[in-house]
């Protein structure tokens, strides 16, 4: 299984577009990350995807973009999937905090 570049291409946006996130989307994807935390990264990649599907038309395309530029800056390289899977869940982690950073500011 490929993994996938939305939590990678999430927190970029979300580092780099703030204004995405108002108060209420920021307090729900909180809720989300919390749900997600311990879960195999393949579940929590779904379940991100799934919360970023509810969410507004901008940060749902925002988010494809900058996933499909990970996706091919990744194209050249061989599939390294263990290597890959660590690099979701720092990224996930990393998330995780941004958000709680955010939402404690």
Do not use: C
């Not at 494809?64 to 194209?75: D, V």
């Not at 660590?86 to 709680?100: I, T």
Request: hydrophobic fraction near 35%; aromatic fraction near 6%; glycine fraction near 8%.
């Amino acid at each position: 299984m490929k993994p996938d570049q939305t939590i990678p291409a999430l927190l970029q946006v979300f580092k780099t577009k703030p204004a995405l996130f108002p108060a209420e989307t920021l307090e729900k994807l909180d809720g989300t990350l919390d749900n997600l935390e311990g879960q195999h990264i393949y579940i929590v990649s779904k379940e991100i995807k799934d919360w970023l599907g509810k969410q507004n038309r901008q940060l749902k395309d925002t988010v494809s973009l900058f996933a499909q530029s990970f996706r091919e800056i990744k194209g050249g390289r061989g599939g390294e999937t263990g290597s890959d899977e660590m690099l979701l869940k720092k990224s996930f982690v990393e998330l995780q905090e941004a958000v709680k950073d955010k939402l404690n500011a």
